[in-house]
Every structure is written in structure tokens, then in C-alpha cells.
């Protein structure tokens, strides 16, 4: 394979990229891990722009790992409410009170014990080696993908071995080693991992037909030589579905181990009016705010279905995360399913 085109990246990094983000302000002298893991536990699956105020709220109320770890649930709710995928909040605090009585407060240095805590995976523990420590590895993730397979292999969907990947990653600290320019190794490695991120996120786009190649600066690519009509997208026919005019089931639960229903004797799920918009998920949340005083996260609409007579339904899931469900009768999923799915035969 041959060598990319590190260099060149740097430098349209030091022009282009998103050196303001709040987390790429390092201090290696202090630095334990903790905002760099926090910075990566917000950032998955949500969008930085997104993450920026949350991350500087929460670190302002919690500025150590220990702070974190004393903290209860419903209070670090308060901070984090908004943000969704609260399994992740859990996740947070699980892994604040691990590292601080555990690890004495500083995450490891070790990607295997990085990822035995709740909520770290693959990706998180190279970041956190690779932004907190300064360790010259490649955190791989899909915008990762994309750019090397484009570069190497034409096209996105023609996936990379994982011996290309290992051979991508000896070429990166080969060029890190032998760097003569001012720049350590850390900082440079920081660097290089913040650049393909913004590069993913500003030159590589989903749809290929979106590339900008004026500002493509990778020619020498496999994917900019075949003028990307190896990457062709098939459209999507969809089919409307009336949201807005549909009655919305809302199942009701704690961890999916407790249902909760208006309903003594059988379970029956909650059945909300119509939205009248395409919003549910805020929809639903803000009924159960007002009408008995809890927060939910609550997932996408995972059925959709018109009744016998052509009326429209959609089914979604909602879990309580602050507030008193006492008020509710509890059943078992066992207690459940049967009352649920004779409610999607209609």
C-alpha cells in the first residue's frame, strides 16, 4: 500500500479544522483522562456542536473525576437531561466512582483495561490513549473507515482488512517517528486523529456526489482518480406514513424489567391522542412532564401500522429516568407482551 499523504493533512488541519472545540484545549501536565473520556461518552452518537455546552456545564459543576463519582443520578440528571442515550449517564457515573477508588482518579494506560469500563468500547479507549496520552495510534472509527477506504479502495462500502488497518497504522507511526518538523510525537498524534475527524466531517459526505472537488486535496486517491462513479447510491423510494394524525402507544418501562400502566388487573400500555406533528419522541415526553411529573428518554417509533378500519398507529418505548411512578400499577414483560400484542393486531 502506499504511504497517504499525512503531511497534507496536517496542514489543511492547521488551516480548517475545529480548534475551538472545548476538549482539544489539552494540558497534558494535568491531564488524568477525565475530560477527554467525558468529552468521548457525550460525543457518541451526538453531534459536537450538540455536546459543547453540556460538556462545559457538567465539567463546570464536576471539575475532577471525584467530584463526579459522589454525585447521585438525579442530580447529574439535571446537567445531562436533554442530551438522550441516558444509559450513558448511568454509564458515566458507574465508571466516575471505578476509576476514582480503583485507578486513584487517572484512567489507565492500557487499551484492554480501558475497555472493562461501563460504556468504553474499541474506539473510546484508543481516543482516550490517543487525546489524553498522546499515544500515536489511529482511532478507528466510521468517518476513519470512510476515508481510507476512499483512498485505498475507491469506494466506502469496500471495507479495509484488518491487515491493511494495521498497515494504515505502521505508515502513520512511521511518519510520526520520523517527523522533523517542531511538533512532538503527542501533539502530533492528537493532531493527526482531530484532523481525520474534521476531514470526515468536511470533505468526506455520506453522499459522494456532495464532495466538493475543488477542495480535494487527496488527487492522488483511488477514489478521486475514478471521479467517485465507483460510489453510487441507490435511491430510496419512501412511503408516507401519517404521524401527525397517529394515536400514539407508548410503552411504558424501567430498565425493561418494570411496565407501568394506568390499569389494574391486566397490563395495558399507554395510549396518547395524536401529536399532530412529527415530533413524537418530544411529544410524549413533554405529556408525561405535565401530566405526572416524570422525565423519559424515549426511544424512535419502532412500529407504525394502520388498524383494520384505516386508522394509524405508532408503538414506541419510553423509560423513566427522574420522577415518582408510584402512582402506576407494575407488571412483568411476561404480564405484557400479551395485552401489547393483541393491541398490534388491530
Given at each position: 500500500?502506499?504511504?497517504?499523504?499525512?503531511?497534507?493533512?496536517?496542514?489543511?488541519?492547521?488551516?480548517?479544522?475545529?480548534?475551538?472545540?472545548?476538549?482539544?484545549?489539552?494540558?497534558?501536565?494535568?491531564?488524568?483522562?477525565?475530560?477527554?473520556?467525558?468529552?468521548?461518552?457525550?460525543?457518541q452518537q451526538t453531534q459536537?456542536?450538540?455536546?459543547?455546552?453540556?460538556?462545559?456545564?457538567?465539567?463546570?459543576?464536576?471539575?475532577?473525576?471525584?467530584?463526579?463519582?459522589?454525585?447521585?443520578?438525579?442530580?447529574?440528571?439535571?446537567?445531562?437531561?436533554?442530551?438522550?442515550?441516558?444509559?450513558?449517564?448511568?454509564?458515566?457515573?458507574?465508571?466516575?466512582?471505578?476509576?476514582?477508588?480503583?485507578?486513584?482518579?487517572?484512567?489507565?494506560?492500557?487499551?484492554?483495561?480501558?475497555?472493562?469500563?461501563?460504556?468504553?468500547?474499541?474506539?473510546?479507549?484508543?481516543?482516550?490513549?490517543?487525546?489524553?496520552?498522546?499515544?500515536?495510534?489511529?482511532?478507528?472509527?466510521?468517518?476513519?473507515?470512510?476515508?481510507?477506504?476512499?483512498?485505498?479502495?475507491?469506494?466506502?462500502?469496500?471495507?479495509?482488512?484488518?491487515?491493511?488497518?494495521?498497515?494504515?497504522?505502521?505508515?502513520?507511526?512511521?511518519?510520526a517517528s520520523n517527523n522533523?518538523?517542531?511538533?512532538?510525537?503527542?501533539?502530533?498524534?492528537?493532531?493527526?486523529?482531530?484532523?481525520?475527524?474534521?476531514?470526515?466531517?468536511?470533505?468526506?459526505?455520506?453522499?459522494?456526489?456532495?464532495?466538493?472537488?475543488?477542495?480535494?486535496?487527496?488527487?492522488?486517491?483511488?477514489?478521486?482518480?475514478?471521479?467517485?462513479?465507483?460510489?453510487?447510491?441507490?435511491?430510496?423510494?419512501?412511503?408516507?406514513?401519517?404521524?401527525?394524525?397517529?394515536?400514539?402507544?407508548?410503552?411504558?418501562?424501567?430498565?425493561?424489567?418494570?411496565?407501568?400502566?394506568?390499569?389494574?388487573?391486566?397490563?395495558?400500555?399507554?395510549?396518547?391522542?395524536?401529536?399532530?406533528?412529527?415530533?413524537?419522541?418530544?411529544?410524549?415526553?413533554?405529556?408525561?412532564?405535565?401530566?405526572?411529573?416524570?422525565?423519559?428518554?424515549?426511544?424512535?417509533?419502532?412500529?407504525?401500522?394502520?388498524?383494520?378500519?384505516?386508522?394509524?398507529?405508532?408503538?414506541?418505548?419510553?423509560?423513566?429516568?427522574?420522577?415518582?411512578?408510584?402512582?402506576?400499577?407494575?407488571?412483568?414483560?411476561?404480564?405484557?407482551?400479551?395485552?401489547?400484542?393483541?393491541?398490534?393486531?388491530?
Amino acid at each position: 500500500m502506499k504511504s497517504f499523504p499525512w503531511q497534507q493533512l496536517i496542514d489543511w488541519y492547521s488551516e480548517n479544522g475545529r480548534h475551538d472545540f472545548p476538549w482539544r484545549q489539552y494540558n497534558p501536565s494535568d491531564e488524568t483522562g477525565y475530560r477527554i473520556w467525558l468529552a468521548e461518552i457525550l460525543l457518541q452518537q451526538t453531534q459536537a456542536d450538540r455536546v459543547v455546552p453540556f460538556y462545559e456545564r457538567i465539567l463546570e459543576r464536576y471539575p475532577t473525576i471525584e467530584s463526579l463519582a459522589d454525585a447521585s443520578y438525579d442530580e447529574f440528571f439535571t446537567y445531562y437531561q436533554w442530551l438522550g442515550y441516558y444509559s450513558r449517564a448511568r454509564n458515566l457515573l458507574k465508571t466516575a466512582n471505578i476509576v476514582s477508588t480503583e485507578y486513584t482518579g487517572v484512567f489507565p494506560r492500557d487499551k484492554f483495561t480501558l475497555k472493562k469500563l461501563p460504556g468504553v468500547g474499541e474506539y473510546t479507549a484508543k481516543a482516550i490513549l490517543v487525546f489524553s496520552y498522546g499515544e500515536a495510534l489511529l482511532a478507528w472509527d466510521t468517518n476513519l473507515e470512510t476515508i481510507f477506504s476512499r483512498y485505498y479502495r475507491w469506494a466506502k462500502n469496500i471495507k479495509l482488512t484488518e491487515d491493511e488497518k494495521s498497515e494504515i497504522e505502521r505508515d502513520f507511526q512511521s511518519f510520526a517517528s520520523n517527523n522533523k518538523l517542531w511538533t512532538p510525537v503527542d501533539e502530533l498524534s492528537r493532531d493527526i486523529n482531530n484532523a481525520l475527524m474534521d476531514w470526515a466531517r468536511i470533505m468526506e459526505p455520506k453522499n459522494a456526489s456532495l464532495l466538493d472537488k475543488n477542495s480535494y486535496i487527496f488527487i492522488e486517491s483511488e477514489f478521486y482518480l475514478s471521479e467517485w462513479t465507483s460510489e453510487i447510491v441507490e435511491k430510496k423510494i419512501s412511503v408516507s406514513f401519517p404521524t401527525p394524525d397517529a394515536q400514539v402507544i407508548v410503552i411504558l418501562h424501567q430498565d425493561h424489567r418494570v411496565y407501568y400502566s394506568l390499569s389494574t388487573g391486566f397490563y395495558s400500555p399507554f395510549i396518547l391522542p395524536a401529536s399532530e406533528n412529527r415530533d413524537t419522541r418530544w411529544y410524549v415526553q413533554d405529556f408525561f412532564r405535565n401530566q405526572y411529573g416524570l422525565e423519559l428518554s424515549v426511544r424512535p417509533v419502532h412500529r407504525k401500522w394502520l388498524s383494520g378500519d384505516g386508522k394509524p398507529y405508532i408503538a414506541m418505548n419510553a423509560q423513566i429516568q427522574a420522577g415518582d411512578a408510584s402512582i402506576f400499577e407494575q407488571y412483568n414483560k411476561s404480564d405484557m407482551r400479551v395485552s401489547t400484542e393483541i393491541l398490534y393486531s388491530l
